[in-house]
């Protein structure tokens, strides 16, 4: 009988469900494998309001299969004119999480979002005083700054001002892939923690050109060189609550993503946890997965931890070429690759 891995069942902290007819084929992948997940609200238009963010909310529900169990947990998209007494109303009634701050341009659609942070202070101030969480992008977005710097150029210009001037506001530092975003979370107060994605710990920028331009390797922020890559692989596997899963699972139909202009984004969902296995046991540190992936997020959302397990087996599991959907594939994470785990219930 192959070894089994069972653990808490987890939840994801940082997810891209978009919306329509890809979000409906979607949603079931994370709620496999997930109870919850902190659903980002850069859609087309953004979930700036509370009545967008409740209905986008039955939208996804309404694409949970019969029998899975699952909640989606609501963002509102900030923008410059964003109102305190909408998010404070929203959060207060249970309909939003967090708020998101996207850098304006940093992402796909971001278009519509911050152009300046000085613009929020009297939101973030608010989510302050209420406990409210603030989840951030972080990358500045300058033409003159190099892609691969974008996100030590925000912790300098954006993260240490914001939180001297917010010492009690709640922060997620998303999809850190840096050792600048690591030390700055470990040097940074409790209140101040960050999510690590799957592709995030297992490719370095390189994958970005093997054998030729790779565009599913492609995602925002960009893949880093192997010292990054390592240094977020040890805070990841480390053991300290600060740091929790949270995949960035973001899809794009394969045309969009093999084009002049490909977007930006890696569907990881449906074999996240497999990959987040892979990596925990190469360091050694299998017995910390639990708390990585199910513990340490709510603990710091001050949610209570999830009651049911799931169970991983210890097999060589082949990932497909493709997610078929008539002319409309999907190519996963580590497509066509074989990885020593799979998710079993």
Request: glycine content about 6%; aromatic content about 8%.
């Amino acid at each position: 009988m192959a070894m089994q891995l069972i653990i808490r069942r987890p939840d994801d902290w940082h997810l891209h469900f978009r919306d329509g007819a890809m979000m409906e084929r979607v949603v079931p992948f994370t709620a496999r494998q997930f109870e919850r997940a902190i659903v980002m609200p850069n859609l087309v238009p953004p979930v700036t309001s509370i009545h967008a963010a409740r209905e986008y909310r039955k939208r996804i529900m309404a694409a949970v299969p019969d029998g899975m169990s699952f909640t989606p947990l609501m963002t509102a998209y900030l923008t410059d004119n964003i109102s305190a007494d909408e998010v404070e109303t929203g959060h207060r009634d249970g309909v939003w999480t967090a708020a998101k701050l996207y850098p304006a341009g940093a992402t796909t659609n971001s278009d519509s979002a911050v152009t300046d942070v000085a613009n929020l202070h009297g939101v973030l101030d608010r989510m302050e005083a209420i406990g409210m969480p603030l989840c951030v992008h972080g990358e500045v977005t300058g033409s003159d700054v190099d892609v691969f710097d974008r996100e030590a150029r925000f912790i300098d210009e954006i993260l240490l001002p914001l939180i001297a001037i917010f010492p009690d506001l709640k922060v997620v530092f998303e999809h850190i892939t840096t050792k600048d975003a690591v030390d700055f979370v470990l040097s940074a107060p409790a209140n101040v923690a960050a999510t690590i994605t799957p592709q995030h710990l297992m490719l370095n920028r390189n994958a970005l050109f093997e054998g030729g331009l790779r565009p599913h390797a492609y995602c925002l922020p960009v893949v880093k060189r192997e010292r990054h890559r390592l240094a977020v692989r040890a805070a990841a596997t480390s053991g300290d609550p600060k740091f929790f899963l949270g995949t960035d699972s973001a899809p794009h139909p394969r045309h969009a993503k093999e084009s002049a202009c490909g977007c930006a984004g890696i569907f990881n969902a449906p074999h996240a946890l497999e990959c987040y296995a892979q990596v925990f046991e190469e360091e050694g540190v299998l017995d910390r997965l639990e708390g990585f992936a199910s513990e340490h997020g709510p603990a710091f959302y001050g949610l209570p931890l999830n009651e049911g397990t799931v169970t991983l087996e210890k097999v060589d599991n082949v990932i497909p070429d493709m997610i078929e959907n008539g002319d409309d594939p999907l190519v996963p994470f580590r497509a066509g690759q074989t990885i020593p785990w799979k998710f079993v219930g």
